[in-house]
Nanobody, 120 residues
């Protein structure tokens, strides 16, 4: 069974930067996409940023110009850095993994979430 281990949650100051990391383990085939989503209280889960097939980066509008993401398919790890943090960045951040099975079929996996709180 695939497992995702997330790290990097904590209390941070607005205007600063913060980094998150996620490592996958288990019966992993080929990684199609790996990245981060987040959910604030009373809001739906939204995409932060992810690296999909072919190295394409997808990201949410709320973090445009304020993120850096990298993916290591040897270590099965994705790292995310958010810059110029705002209180609106507060939320539970979830690692997301999409793996490729036979004939291109994919499966989705989610981490349990790590809380990031940005104070003004």
């Amino acid at each position: 069974q695939v497992q995702l281990v997330e790290s990097g949650g904590g209390l941070v100051q607005a205007g600063g930067s913060h980094a998150l990391s996620c490592t996958a383990s288990g019966d992993i085939g080929s990684i199609d996409a790996m990245g981060w989503y987040r959910q604030a209280p009373g809001k739906q889960r939204e995409l932060v940023a992810e690296i999909a097939s072919g190295g394409r980066t997808n990201s949410g509008a709320a973090v445009k110009g304020r993120f850096a993401i990298s993916r290591d398919d040897v270590r099965d790890t994705v790292s995310l850095t958010l810059s110029r943090l705002k209180p609106e960045d507060t939320g539970v951040y979830y690692c997301h993994l999409v793996v490729r099975a036979l004939r291109g079929d994919t499966m989705d996996y989610w981490g349990t979430g790590t809380l990031v709180t940005v104070s003004s």
